[in-house]
């Protein structure tokens, strides 16, 4: 089987890279072995919130400046401020093209509530996510009854010891007392499918009026929309004050809902979707990656002029941790790490912790290296590369966009190059 470009991986890089080159005419595949980290996510895309030392980023320019110094294996730092700002807004436009309701800006991150109660700095968040502007009046921070995933109490009060007037209130749906049967069904992804059906419309509705007519805003748990915002939609226009909604543990609906938009558009786009397979192993012939094999289709190999990586942290298994040694799981991809095994970890959990930036090493494009050698057409992209911190420096969304634009404006500007 022949391609274009073969993506391993169907997360926000890969599914991204895939859009952008689908869109541009390339005959594209994804393997995707399961679900994403994407589904498990908030839905909100982090930029860039921290340098590695800590220092709040106040601007991007300046801020990839300092990290070209601070450490120069960062992706950003790879890339450059101009490009991370051309692909960021590139993402930005993409995301929107797929009917992602975003709100946000590269130039004016917001400040957006988690479900503890605390502010959060994000780039991009879903629009029914709140954000600390929405905190200004009387709200109600509303539990679904026998819930547990969402816990309103806790919410409310991390809320007032910021100041904001928030209270816990709670609503019965008797509609979903089949789920209630069995607490491991009772999650927010099952519950969405209920609310989401037109025939339970009223009930949520005719729950949520009263409180609207007392309080000036309304927070819920994130369980309906996880195929389209119609329900919060026609709610914000039926219901006495706005609603807002705050993702849940994960399974998390917003990232569901961003995960099969993106996936839908690289359908669309005639993209092929290889969803439930794996990579079983590769062959690189001269610095070049000639075929691939994977677990369905046995015997039969994928052939491609550009392959990208797109494969996951440890999370996603796209890296194994041995006793030894960090190993990328595909290609066995040269890995940027620390040496002693000791020094993988500090021993505060609350400190940044060096594994995070374990990840694959590659030359300033972002070509993969193995055994010290760069494979031509072989592209790294998004939580599988080394250099960064996703959480601690706030940039997991941001480098998984930027990344996985930058490698398909690598591949289309090469053109009909073999």
């Known amino acids: 089987m022949r391609f274009d470009t073969v993506i391993i991986g169907g997360g926000l890089a890969g599914l991204l890279c895939g859009i952008r080159l689908s869109e541009s005419g390339q005959r594209c595949a994804i393997i995707s072995r399961g679900q994403s980290a994407l589904s498990f996510s908030s839905g909100s895309l982090d930029l860039f919130s921290f340098l590695p030392d800590g220092q709040p980023v106040t601007d991007i320019d300046s801020a990839i400046a300092l990290l070209e110094q601070q450490h120069g294996a960062h992706p950003y730092a790879l890339l450059g401020a101009k490009a991370v700002r051309r692909y960021a807004q590139q993402a930005q436009t993409l995301l929107a093209n797929c009917k992602l309701a975003l709100q946000g800006e590269i130039e004016t991150p917001h400040q957006r509530v988690t479900p503890l109660g605390t502010f959060r700095r994000a780039w991009l968040s879903p629009q029914e996510v709140p954000s600390k502007t929405d905190a200004q009046q009387r709200t109600a921070v509303v ?25 816990a209130e709670e609503i019965e749906l008797p509609t979903l007392n089949r789920l209630r049967d069995n607490s491991s069904e009772f999650r927010s992804v099952n519950i969405a499918r209920v609310l ?15 409180l609207s007519q007392q309080y000036g805003m309304l927070w819920l748990p994130a369980c309906f929309g996880l195929t389209d915002n119609h329900v919060f939609t026609q709610l914000n226009k039926q219901l006495a004050c706005p609603l807002r909604l705050l993702p849940t543990l994960p399974p998390s609906v917003p990232g569901m809902r961003m995960q099969l938009l993106l996936q839908q558009r690289f359908i669309q786009q005639g993209g092929n979707w290889m969803p439930g397979d794996e990579v079983l192993r590769a062959d690189i012939s001269h610095n070049h990656v000639t075929q691939i094999w994977t677990r369905k289709h046995e015997d ?9 990586l797109a494969s996951g942290s440890f999370f996603s298994n796209g890296l194994i941790a041995g006793r030894d040694r960090v190993r990328e799981a595909v290609f066995d991809l040269d890995v940027m790490q620390s040496d002693k095994r000791s020094d993988w970890y500090r021993d505060d959990v609350f400190d940044s912790q060096p594994w995070q930036q374990f990840g694959v090493r590659t030359d300033a494009q972002l070509r993969g290296l193995y055994q010290g050698a760069i494979v031509d057409n072989l592209y790294i992209i998004g939580s599988v590369l080394g250099g960064f911190d996703a959480v601690a420096q706030g940039c997991g969304g941001g480098v998984c966009a930027v990344t996985a634009l930058h490698a398909a404006q690598q591949i289309i500007a090469q053109g009909g190059e073999q």
């Open 143 to 167: 539990g679904i009854s026998g819930f547990l995933d969402f816990q309103p109490q806790l919410a409310a009060g991390a809320l007032r010891k910021r100041g904001i007037d928030a209270h």
């Open 300 to 308: 039969i190999p994928l052939r491609a002029r550009h392959v990208v």
């Open 196 to 210: 989401d059906a037109p025939e339970n419309y009223s009930e949520l509705y005719d729950a949520l009026l009263p």
